[in-house]
């Protein structure tokens, strides 16, 4: 089974930028497609960003033109890259396909604040 690695997280200014990673332990390319995910404390875990094998995307409303996913099925990775991040970004952040598999990684803490 793919297991994924997420990395890229930390403090940010709001206004500012993080890219996330992702690596998983075997070929994404078999899987349709990749999503990031979030989740805030105290809410659910949410999908903001997901990308098919074809390269095209789907966006939350939310991060609709701030965040920028990617995907590099030769080097089975994943990217986030977010902009103008706002303190409500806030939140552990998860790499997993769509519909997600059972198992989860131990995500990357993305904290905006001033």
């Known amino acids: 089974q793919v297991q994924f690695v997420e990395s890229g997280g930390g403090l940010v200014q709001p206004g500012g930028s993080l890219r996330l990673s992702c690596a998983a332990s075997?070929?994404?390319?078999?899987?349709?497609?990749m999503g990031w995910y979030r989740q805030a404390p105290g809410k659910q875990r949410e999908l903001v960003a997901g990308?098919?094998?074809?390269?095209?995307?789907n966006y939350a409303d939310s991060v609709k033109g701030r965040f920028t996913i990617s995907r590099d099925n030769a080097k089975n990775t994943v990217y986030l890259q977010m902009n103008t991040l706002k303190p409500e970004d806030t939140a552990v952040y998860y790499c997993?396909?769509?519909?997600?598999?059972?198992?989860w990684g131990q995500g990357t803490q993305v904290t905006v604040s001033s």
């Open positions: 997993n396909a769509f519909p997600p598999r059972d198992f």
């Open positions: 075997g070929k994404i390319s078999s899987i349709f497609v």
């Open positions: 990308i098919r094998n074809s390269a095209n995307t």
